[in-house]
């Protein structure tokens, strides 16, 4: 098992920035983002294999950036121009195979989730 901690989260303006990290406790192929409101699925953000590759939802691209550490151990969301609809619950995933979809069933491990609440 792979044990997942996010931090980073807040409260902010919109047009303001945070940035998002997530401490694995081991290594996997594919780390991604999700978010959730109170009555709506948990949606795809963004995700990166640990050879690179990167996906973004169509609504962040642009405006939020993925990477990971070089021990590939921890993961990091940058997010800038946020805006209100990006409010919501954002959960740390792992998983053994990366695809461009985000799909919440392609990852086994999630974290507890950090709050990000943007006001406008």
């Known amino acids: 098992d792979v044990d997942l901690a996010e931090s980073g989260g807040g409260s902010v303006q919109a047009g303001g920035t945070l940035r998002l990290s997530c401490v694995a406790s081991?290594?996997?192929?594919?780390m991604a983002w999700f978010r959730q409101v109170p009555g709506k699925e948990r949606e795809g953000v963004a995700s990166?294999?640990?050879?690179?590759?990167?996906t973004y939802e169509d609504s962040v691209k642009g405006r939020f950036s993925i990477s990971r550490s070089d021990d590939k151990i921890k993961m990091f969301l940058q997010m800038n121009d946020l805006k209100p609809e990006d409010t919501g619950m954002y959960y740390c995933?792992?998983?053994?195979?990366?695809?461009?979809?985000?799909?919440?069933?392609?990852?086994?491990?999630w974290g507890q989730g950090t709050q990000v609440t943007v006001s406008s």
């Open positions: 995933a792992a998983g053994s195979t990366w695809s461009p979809q985000l799909r919440a069933r392609d990852y086994a491990y």
């Open positions: 081991g290594v996997t192929v594919a």
């Open positions: 990166i294999d640990v050879l690179g590759p990167t």
